[in-house]
């Protein structure tokens, strides 16, 4: 019952759109098979589970025989002399409680201790598998999904595990007994009690088939309202400019109003159920007192029985509105896992590749050799492609978007294999190398220059964890990154919030290529960034590359002029095909589709 | 908390009912044990069948009594908490369209997005269910307690000593408990985010193998989320069998006291079976008492987010006697115009002073940070200037209606933000009673006219959440529609034709050539930036440089840096 305190602090969630989507995909496959993969991870644990249901047992059978003593002890007031059953009734009684809160309390610290065991055993083995995952197949799955694939189902899973198994297993243990024990009390008073099942089983179907209508509308209402209110805070500069406020106004009256009346009788109906069982539970009260009370008058039952009934009858609508409530969060909570244990058990890109072979070092040719690529299975995205990079060579792909240029680099990476064709380095056959061994003597600078939340220092540092502060310093003066790190409130000390926002586009770049020389890789592979960067900052991240290329073999997909006639060799890509190679004089005097392009890009003053 | 319980007021008439409703409800179920004890002594002891009926049959009637005022009172405070949402709902969008940028700057926006939502629908449904069930569980210990006194003052001395007890242990476990779960969230985030980056930044975590070092971070963050979660669910659920095991105790001093009664023979069987009854549903009661501690704690938290929006002070007001603007040359002067963000330590802009004459046009430059938008948004007036004062046609904006200023001034933000909503729509917010041939005119002119007719519905189609999204060329296009659409004297474009290509930006700005307009243009490109009268180079705050291309390029080193940079023959020079 104490969980119930978790559920404010969640955080709720802004996107109620999400949540919607979210919920029609909530019923478990695969059942039975769900369950046992969820038994493997608890299994662990299964001294303390047996320990745990044991207690369960305990507490729920002192549940039961706590109001039945009192009972008993009831019906000895009336009779003389029994001074002696009296004390030791309530020692029984002391004794009942003492181990009805100790068993209690136990069966909560072991569960507790075994659900937050087991989420982050679930957690580890899905952050083990993410990394294990092959890029493609993020590129298949929206990143959104994917995040609340994993929060909200594993949050979902521990709030199960942590509440729902001991309330599950008490509230049936807890039925079952107080039916039998009733039933042996008599068998009459049972049957009356039991009345009220059926009569609440009809009046929650009445009130959920009209909530669940009623919700569903109050919740579209209300993700309207939000996103209104989220846009018109996002643009009220110009709400402002243009003197829209009134228009605003309207609008979001407009859109509150609809949630107003959707959201009241939708409160008003849900409010109807713990009414109801209200009414049940009074209900059965007042025919125990009544019936109870002919029925002692006949001496059928004495007034300790009657006790016991009243007591007994509360106790026997909690657990049914427990269990209802209880199933729902189950199924929630399973179809969660599943959706965990999909992801677990997607293929993973490294179990193929344990014995490869490691590269100590490398020369850092790199020949094409017929490469093929497709995409699923349509459409080919690159055809036969062959390209030579001799060590230290600098080979730049260019072309219009979606010629292909991106998946050459993933190949050369192996974040994609090959569909048919060869790619080798140093003569050997990229797909026998082992992965991270290849990726090793490779350094990257990608067109979003991802930061990580932490210090300047430390993101400088990711590409060589060993490195000094002086190397990374080092590193930062080369790409030109020195002086503007400088200029922060702590300089290399100074923590980046969530992916660098705080410092400009541009800036991140400097990182990440003060990143690539401190990584001494190489391979460099180069995505220019074309997102518009401040024209000082641009003229740093030039000269920086320039630097950085010298001495490696550098793959890049070129947006800047001076990179391109760097080259020592371009490909141009169309449609997946090399369409013409050469230097950028010997193709400006081609007069082809290069020279097209270049006259396009305007780069005049 | 207070504050926000005004909102109330207009439907406290509706709160009554709802109250009342409840504390009927309320009675009946204390009514009971009294009931069954009087069952007890005056029906079954002393063999009065009649009396048995009769109490019995009451306590069926009063059930269905306490059921029909619990119906109404769901209704009556559905009523009130749906109606107090409203109004703060619209209390505060109107504070929130009256704030200035230096509130905007104060309230993060996804802070004052949640204060609207989510804050509001808290303290809309603690008032729900205040006046349906949280009162409730501390009203029936209360009365209770009372009754019990009533019955049997002497057997129900125990609860005046233990309930007490109970109260203040409850609060020191939920206060300490409230603490450890803000920990356990803070935690989380933290693993979550961890998880996030790797989402993100997959391909730099591959291509560095760093998936050993992503995992130790990870199992790190993990492990402190479980031990913290741990920790907090531990205390929390030991709360309950203390709880339990205390008003149980309680339960077994009444049985052993109601007999030493018994036997002295003032008292009967059915009093005690009374008081026992209050004891258990007392139990139950208190067991709700940690929910409605945390739920009422998290409103207070929510109201006082509420009302911190609700009292912000606005600072950008009309002056009373502002002065309306007929027409507007479109001459800008900047005297002197030092402005920092409020709440920030450091100057954005120094000692800013230029002069525009009506239709020139002026090309700003300069690096992220620099100041560029800055300038701009103290035109519209946005935000006031810490030193110094901003004149167009020689008045200061600060005596001139704000709307009447802005209505004159044509502004498309760097980050082109269009609405749900129609094209026409978005249009229209240039000019609300634009005419479709005025859109028109206004698209052909951004050079967006085509684009739109190609779209399904032309000028009908639904852009943005529900509807088609457009690419950044097409949207900053359509920005700049929306500003040309009011034929603006000032005209500002910060950054907003930067996705476009070198001829449809030259096309657009012909376009605005003929509006005739005073044309501020923040832009990276010298080729833009030589159809200016004049270039300002902003660095730091300053303005470094000022000209025309031609005298810039003679005079300013840094300037002709820039241009060679973006010049053919400037990447030739640095190949060989």
């Known amino acids: 019952m104490f969980t119930k305190i978790m559920a404010p602090f969640k955080q709720p ?25 969820i038994w493997s991870y608890l299994a662990i644990y299964r001294i303390r589970l047996l320990l745990l249901f044991f207690m369960i047992v305990i507490s729920s059978a002192m549940s039961l025989l706590g109001p039945f003593l009192v009972g008993i002890t009831i019906d000895t007031f009336l009779e003389e002399n029994e001074a002696i059953v009296f004390a030791w009734l309530l020692l029984g009684l002391l004794v009942t409680y003492i181990v009805q809160s100790l068993s209690l309390w136990l069966q909560n610290y072991w569960m507790i201790g075994v659900s937050q065991d087991t989420v982050f055993n679930m957690r580890a083995d899905l952050f083990r598998q993410i990394h294990r995952l092959p890029v493609a197949f993020f590129d298949k799955r929206q990143l959104g999904e994917l995040m609340s694939r994993i929060t909200n189902d594993i949050e979902n899973v521990s709030a199960t595990l942590n509440s729902s198994i001991i309330q599950i297993i008490s509230s049936v243990f807890t039925l079952i007994g107080t039916i039998a024990v009733m039933l042996w009390l008599s068998p009459l008073l049972t049957i009356l009690t039991l009345l009220i099942i059926p009569m609440m089983f009809y009046g929650m179907k009445w009130i959920t088939k009209r909530t669940s209508v009623l919700f569903k509308e109050q919740q579209k209402n209300l993700g309207e309202m939000n996103g209104y209110i989220e846009e018109s805070i996002s643009g009220q500069k110009l709400i402002k400019m243009f ?43 007042a025919v125990i007192a009544a019936i109870g009370g002919i029925l002692a008058l006949n001496g059928a039952v004495s007034i300790g029985t009657i006790v016991v009934f009243t007591e007994y009858s509360r106790q026997f609508t909690r657990p049914l509105n427990d269990l209802a409530n209880q199933f729902n969060t189950l199924l929630s909570a399973i179809a969660g896992a599943e959706r965990v244990f999909e992801l677990i058990d997607e293929k993973d890109e490294l179990a193929s590749e344990k014995d490869k072979q490691k590269l100590e070092d490398i020369n850092g040719e790199v020949i094409f050799n017929h490469v093929s690529f497709t995409y699923g299975e349509d459409k080919e995205i690159l055809s036969d492609i062959c390209l030579e990079a001799r060590p230290g060579d600098t080979v730049a792909l260019v072309g219009p978007t979606g010629a292909g240029k991106t998946t050459i680099i993933q190949l050369i990476s192996r974040f994609y294999e090959v569909s048919s064709g060869r790619i080798l380095l140093d003569n050997r056959d990229i797909s026998t190398i082992h992965k991270e061994s290849l990726r090793s003597h490779m350094g990257f600078v990608l067109q979003d220059s991802f930061l990580f ?33 400088m200029k922060l409130p702590q300089q ?30 190489k391979i460099l592979i180069l995505d220019e960034a074309t997102s518009n960067i401040d024209t000082v900052t641009e003229v740093k991240i030039q000269q920086a590359l320039q630097k950085l290329m010298v001495n490696r073999t550098c793959f890049v997909i070129a947006h800047r002029l001076n990179t391109i006639q760097n080259a020592d060799k371009i490909y141009v890509l169309k449609g997946g095909k090399i369409i013409e190679e050469g230097t950028h004089h010997s193709l400006m005097k081609e007069k082809g589709f290069y020279q097209q392009l270049q006259n396009s890009k305007e780069r005049s003053v | ?35 069954i004890g009087k069952i007890i002594d005056e029906g079954i002891l002393n063999n009065d069948m009649s009396v048995v009926l009769y109490w019995g049959g009451m306590m069926l009637v009063l059930s269905l009594i306490a059921f029909f005022s619990g119906i109404t009172n769901s209704y009556y405070a559905a009523y009130v908490g749906q109606n107090l949402g409203f109004s703060i709902r619209k209390k505060l969008m109107k ?20 204060r609207m939502t989510n804050d509001v629908t808290q303290v809309q449904n603690i008032v729900f269910m205040g006046l349906r069930i949280m009162l409730r569980a501390p009203l029936l210990i209360i009365g209770s307690l009372i009754l019990a006194v009533l019955v049997n003052w002497q057997l129900a001395l125990i609860f005046l000593i233990t309930i007490p007890i109970v109260v203040v242990f409850l609060v020191v476990v939920m206060t300490k408990g409230g603490k450890m779960f803000r920990s356990v969230q803070q935690k989380l985030d933290t693993v979550n985010n961890v998880m996030q980056e790797s989402l993100i930044g997959l391909r730099l975590i591959k291509a560095y193998n760093r998936r050993t070092h992503e995992v130790k971070k990870f199992t790190n963050v993990s492990n402190n989320l479980r031990e913290q979660t741990a920790s907090a669910l531990r205390l929390m659920e030991a709360a309950m069998p203390a709880l339990l095991f205390i008003m149980n105790v309680c339960i077994i001093f009444i049985l052993w006291i109601g007999r030493e009664q018994l036997q002295a023979t003032n008292i009967e069987v059915g009093e005690v079976v009374s008081i026992i009854n209050y004891a258990t549903r007392m139990t139950t009661a208190f067991s709700m008492f940690s929910f409605i501690i945390m739920a009422f704690s998290r409103a207070r938290a929510s109201s006082e987010r509420i009302v911190e929006v609700l009292e912000a002070k606005i600072d950008l007001e009309d002056e009373e006697d502002g002065k309306s603007l007929e027409q507007l040359k479109g001459a800008v002067t900047f005297e002197h115009v030092s402005f920092r963000y409020p709440g920030m330590s450091s100057y954005v802009l120094k000692d800013i002073s230029f002069h525009v004459r009506p239709g020139e046009t002026v090309a700003i430059l300069g690096s992220t940070g620099a100041g560029k938008s800055s300038i701009l948004q103290l035109i519209p007036r946005l935000y006031d200037p810490t ?114 290509d070198l001829q449809t930006e030259s096309k657009v700005l012909d376009a605005i050539d003929e509006y005739k307009c005073t044309l501020f243009i923040v832009t990276q490109k010298l080729s833009t930036a030589k159809r200016a009268d004049k270039i300002m180079l902003i660095d730091d705050g300053k303005i470094i440089e000022e000209g025309t291309h031609d005298q810039l390029m003679n005079t300013s080193a840094l300037y002709r840096e820039i241009a060679y940079s973006q010049s053919e023959q400037g990447a030739m020079d640095r190949v060989y």
């Open chain 1, 492 to 521: 290399y000390d100074t923590n980046l919030s969530f992916n660098g926002s705080g410092i400009s586009q541009g800036q991140k770049q400097l990182i990440s290529i003060a990143r690539a020389f401190l990584a001494q890789p």
């Open chain 1, 13 to 37: 969630k802004l996107h109620s759109q999400i949540n919607d989507r979210r919920k029609k995909q909530r019923k478990p496959n695969d059942f039975g098979a769900v369950i046992k993969r």
């Open chain 2, 1 to 35: 908390m207070t504050k926000i319980l005004k909102f109330i007021k207009p439907y406290r008439i509706a709160a009554y009912i709802a109250l009342i409703l409840m504390l009927i409800e309320l009675s009946v179920e204390l009514l009971q044990p009294l009931l």
């Open chain 1, 243 to 285: 003197s829209q406020e009134e228009k605003v106004m309207d609008d979001f009256l407009h859109k509150a109003e609809n949630l107003r009346i959707s959201g009241f009788w939708a409160q008003t109906f849900s409010g109807f159920i713990p009414k109801l069982m209200h009414l049940l539970n009074n209900f059965s009260f």
């Open chain 2, 95 to 114: 504070k929130v369209q009256s704030f200035s940028f230096t509130n905007f700057n104060t309230f993060p926006h996804a802070s004052l997005i949640t």
């Open chain 1, 453 to 485: 939340q932490g210090t300047v220092k430390d993101n400088i540092r990711y590409s060589h964890l060993e490195a000094t502060d002086e190397d990374v310093i080092q590193a930062a003066i080369k790409a030109n990154a020195h002086s503007f790190i």
């Open chain 2, 387 to 500: 030193e110094g004062a901003v004149y167009v046609d020689g008045m200061n904006l600060k005596d001139i209606k704000m709307d009447d200023l802005r209505k004159r001034i044509g502004f498309t933000p760097q980050e082109s933000i269009l609405f749900s909503g129609t094209v026409e729509e978005n249009l229209a917010w240039g000019k609300s009673d634009a005419s479709l041939s005025e859109m028109k005119a206004a698209a052909k002119d951004a050079q967006i006219h085509e684009t739109i007719t190609d779209l399904k519905d032309g000028y009908e189609t639904k852009l943005g959440q529900k509807g088609i999204n457009l690419s950044g060329g097409q949207k900053q296009r359509l920005s700049v529609a929306r500003a040309l659409i009011r034929k603006p004297n000032i005209l500002i474009l910060d950054d907003s034709t930067s996705a476009l």
